[in-house]
Every structure is written in C-alpha cells, then in structure tokens.
C-alpha cells in the first residue's frame, strides 16, 4: 500500500516537473527568438530597378539562393528573399526588383566560404537577371 | 491497492501527455516563427553614404523609428535597425549608412497612419541625419 502511494507521489511529482519544463523551454525559445537578431552581419544583394533588367525570383528562389546558402554552413543563422514592389517616395521608380540576405555569425568566415567559390555564384547571376548588384554589409543593431 | 495501481497507471499517462504536450507547442511555435515572415509588407527607409553626410545611429534607435513604430498600431509586425559597414563589393564605396525597416500586414494602413504624421517624421529627420533616404516598398517571398 505504502509503496504505491510513494508512487503515485514521485509520479505526480513528476508530472510537475514535466508540465514545469514544457514552459521553460517555451519561454528560453521566445526569448532566443527576440534577441537572436541583434549582432548579427547581413549581407544584402541587392538588384537595382532598371528599364530592360529583368529578375526571374522563381529561379532565384529555388535554385541560386539555396546553392549559395550551401556554401555558408553553421555561419548562416537564416537567409530571406523579399520582391521589390514600388518606391515609397511617390514619382520616384523602384529602387530595387529584389533583394537576397544572408544573416551570419561571422564575416570573414563567410567571405572565407564565398571566396572558393566566387566564379561559380557570379556564372549564375545570368540565369536570372542582367543587372549587377549593390551589396552591402551591415550590422542588426535592432 | 487496485486504485492505486490504477492511480499510477494514470499518472504515468498524465506524465507521458505532459512530456508529449511539450513537444508539440514547440514545433508549433517553430514553424509558426519560420512562417510569419513570408508575406508580410517591408518598408525599407535606406539612408545612402555620400562624402559630408552624418548620420546618428543612437538618436534613430532611441527616438526616431520608436516613434514612428508607435503610429503604426497593430499593423505592425516588428521593426529592425541595421548600421552599413561596408560594400559587399571591393573597392566600391559604402552603400548605405543605415537602414530602417518596418514589417507591416497591410500597406494601405501603413500609408493611412504615416499619411497625417508625414510632416513630424519628415521634421525629425534634421536631428539624425542630412542626408535624404531611398525607401522601398517590398514583399517578404522568403
């Protein structure tokens, strides 16, 4: 009898303990999520607007964007691709058709990775667009 | 004795529910933190380097863009700061100095609610900054 009841105790302690770490988790995961950001280095490729340029995203998305990602191993924390869609100063033309960002830990580890492989990402620039791209390296400091 | 047995047995499912609950919650919020992106609406407020131009990262971050957050209501998703530091590109110049960016739901709205607060954004620009932004309004895709 005793020991059953000692059982039931343990488990329900246990049971505690289990439904404690499932908030935990939850609350570190959030937090990391929040902060995860700021100080990190991105790199953004970005493709100017032009008349007679064309940007194929499809393309950009599913085949050059992954092959670079692929380079860039643990340093790479996410990569985004967003669309241009119009300038926000009115009359003025769309600054850019598209810009591709990789966030990583580590420049000069990621310049170390792009660096072997340079001429293979430049040869494919032509399967998607015509227009050299600006790229700038910034710091997230929000 | 049979009741405590049962009482175990059930503590022990409980146990095993709660384990498998804290499982779950989590995939749930990861792939809702992988999704909430795509889609969304970016303005990019993108200040260019030029040779004479300042610009005061501290008073962006601390009074500025917080201020123009708080006309945006719950359209907004987030907001992010990032300071330029170099060309991506050797031997070109800097591209940017810094850069703004709101992610939105909706675009209208956030043209609704910048529209009858354009004149105190603009007016707060000389205590950051001389130099005049490129804004781009862009899709999330990924």
New interface residues.
């Given amino acids: ?1 005793k020991i ?2 000692v ?2 105790v343990l ?2 302690f ?2 505690v303990a ?2 404690g ?2 908030k935990q ?2 609350k570190a ?2 937090q990391k ?1 929040t902060v995860v ?1 700021k100080g990190l ?3 953004s ?2 493709y100017p607007f032009e008349e007679g340029k064309t940007f194929d ?1 499809d393309y950009y ?1 599913t085949k050059h ?1 992954p092959m670079v990602a692929g380079y860039l191993g643990d340093n790479l924390v996410k ?11 009115p009359n003025t033309p ?3 058709m ?2 591709g960002t990789f966030y990583v830990k580590d ?1 000069s580890e990621y310049q170390a990775a792009i660096g072997p492989n340079i001429a293979t990402i430049r040869a494919d620039f032509a399967n998607y667009t015509n227009v050299a791209p ?9």
């Fill in positions: 009898m059953k009841l059982l039931s488990l329900l246990a049971c289990a439904f770490q499932e988790p939850g995961r959030k999520q950001e280095i991105k790199v490729i970005m995203i998305e964007m990569y985004t691709i967003e669309k241009g869609m119009a300038s926000g100063i769309l600054p850019y598209a810009i420049l600006v790229i700038l390296v910034s710091e997230v400091v929000r």
